[in-house]
């Protein structure tokens, strides 16, 4: 496998950019049997995932804005082919809130 720090950072710029600019599009990302905690609670599946990535913050039926602000990045080759694990570390904040 090519450099995983440097696929990572690719990784990172488009699935971050996607969820600033159009996270119903997040799905991409995603495969069947992916798993997401977020605020202690596990989902699963792409439907499940979009549908919780597209709903933060959103009270009038719009969405939020989001902003990003990653501080750790830990890429692990996986056992599966042509995988990678990350863990990534940040803050978020919500319609300018506080992260």
């Known amino acids: 496998m090519s450099d995983p720090k440097a696929i990572a950072q690719k990784f990172c710029h488009a699935y971050f950019g ?3 600019t159009d ?3 997040v799905g991409t990302f ?6 997401m905690t977020f ?3 596990e989902f699963t599946g792409v439907s499940a995932i979009v549908q919780r990535l597209t ?3 959103s009270t009038t039926g719009t969405p939020a804005q989001v902003k990003y ?3 750790k990045c830990d890429v692990q080759v996986s056992k599966a082919p042509n995988s990678l694990v990350l863990l990534l570390v940040g ?4 319609d300018g809130a506080p992260p």
């Open 23 to 25: 996270r119903s599009k």
């Open 39 to 41: 605020m202690g609670k």
């Open 91 to 94: 803050q978020l904040s919500i």
């Open 69 to 71: 602000q990653i501080t």
């Open 18 to 20: 996607v969820m600033q």
């Open 55 to 57: 709903q933060l913050g």
């Open 30 to 35: 995603y495969r069947e049997n992916s798993k």
